[in-house]
């Protein structure tokens, strides 16, 4: 089969490689769709430390069923699916208490790390384990399914955060799970919605998705016009999606006192914090990672239009497109969000 294969850092090639091995509670997937993750992008020039080469990325796709294992009871040649990113073991204390995206032995498709190495979904076939596969409605689009993964980790950040019915909250970086995150956090309860970010063009799609209003990061006046437009207080509950020392202190001085800051993104591995405001001012912070199982209600929340992923998708570009695509997002091309490539 073909492949795109990180041969090197920043050097992705289309390789002939063996289809994958079939354990016999394993589904072999034809990929017909796959997004380039920005964690891809992160991991595409080594600084990750979890893109080792030589490795075929891409862990947010669907396709259809081309092969079962023999003890696969639930699902059959021809079933359009998607799969979770997250591989767990359903075995250890976490799996059973349903943190299954705590699993022990947890691995990530498209990783290659110091503990394993699982190649991923940028490729015409894939293997998966039956009990991370979730079947499509008839209707659902490929295209759209590739991105159920990032939606599931924003919802997955909503429902662990507290919201109350009269609940602000500010994002904090919109980006494609930013944008995302404005949704759930709506859909969960949450009565205000505000992000800010660096670019205008993210901005505009995010008042497009339902935010009420938007600000530029760098605006001086950033901190008063956000009061203003809450009711003259601080937001009760501040989502940091970037993962870097500006955007988390931003988080954390823009929420009240005794508010909650939710942390999905971990660009940085390490980053300082005003550990007094913290403190004084008793916030929560909280850390949100990848989902536990939620990509059933993410089907439904987006079959029904509650979460809307159409106006994210930038481009649908052939498999063997790729490395042109990377390189592309690598260089932050301005107004470029989802890229999905297609086997």
């Not at 009871?73 to 299954?100: A, K, P, W």
């Not at 106006?311 to 091309?333: D, M, Q, T």
Request: proline letters at 5%; one cysteine or more; aromatic letters at 6%.
């Amino acid at each position: 089969m073909q492949a795109l294969v990180l041969e090197n850092y920043r050097d992705l090639q289309i390789r002939e490689v063996p289809e994958p091995e079939l354990g016999p509670s394993d589904v072999l997937v034809k990929v017909k769709a796959c997004g380039i993750c920005g964690s891809d992008v992160h991991g595409y020039d080594g600084k990750t430390g979890r893109r080792v080469p030589p490795l075929i990325m891409g862990h947010e796709a669907a396709g259809v069923i081309a092969r079962v294992g023999t003890q696969v009871r639930s699902f059959y040649i021809g079933d359009r699916v998607t799969f979770d990113s997250t591989i767990s073991c359903g075995q250890c204390r976490f799996c059973e208490m349903g943190s299954v995206n705590l699993c022990d032995h947890r691995q990530v498709l498209g990783v290659s790390c110091d503990d394993y190495r699982r190649h991923g979904a940028f490729a015409e076939y894939v293997a998966v384990p039956e009990h991370i596969v979730y079947r499509l409605p008839p209707a659902f689009s490929f295209e759209k399914a590739a991105l159920i993964e990032a939606v599931s980790i924003a919802v997955h950040a909503a429902k662990i955060t507290e919201i109350r019915p009269d609940s602000s909250v500010l994002v904090v970086g919109a980006g494609m799970i930013g944008l995302l995150a404005i949704q759930a956090f709506r859909v969960f309860g949450c009565k205000r919605v505000f992000a800010i970010d660096l670019e205008e063009s993210k901005l505009e799609i995010a008042r497009q998705l339902g935010a009420d209003e938007t600000f530029p990061a760098t605006d001086p006046n950033l901190a008063s016009r956000l009061k203003a437009v809450n009711g003259c207080e601080e937001v009760d509950i501040a989502v940091d999606v970037v993962g870097g020392q500006h955007s988390i202190n931003s988080a954390i001085s823009h929420v009240r006192r005794g508010g909650t800051v939710t942390l999905i993104g971990n660009l940085a591995p390490a980053v300082e914090i005003p550990l007094q405001s913290v403190v004084t001012r008793q916030l929560r912070l909280l850390g949100s990672c990848a989902s536990a199982g939620e990509y059933g209600e993410c089907i439904s929340l987006m079959e029904s239009g509650a979460i809307k992923v159409a106006p994210l998708i930038s481009v649908l570009a052939p498999l063997r497109e790729g490395a042109e695509w990377f390189e592309r997002l690598y260089r932050r091309e301005p107004g470029l969000m989802k890229v999905i490539l297609q086997p």
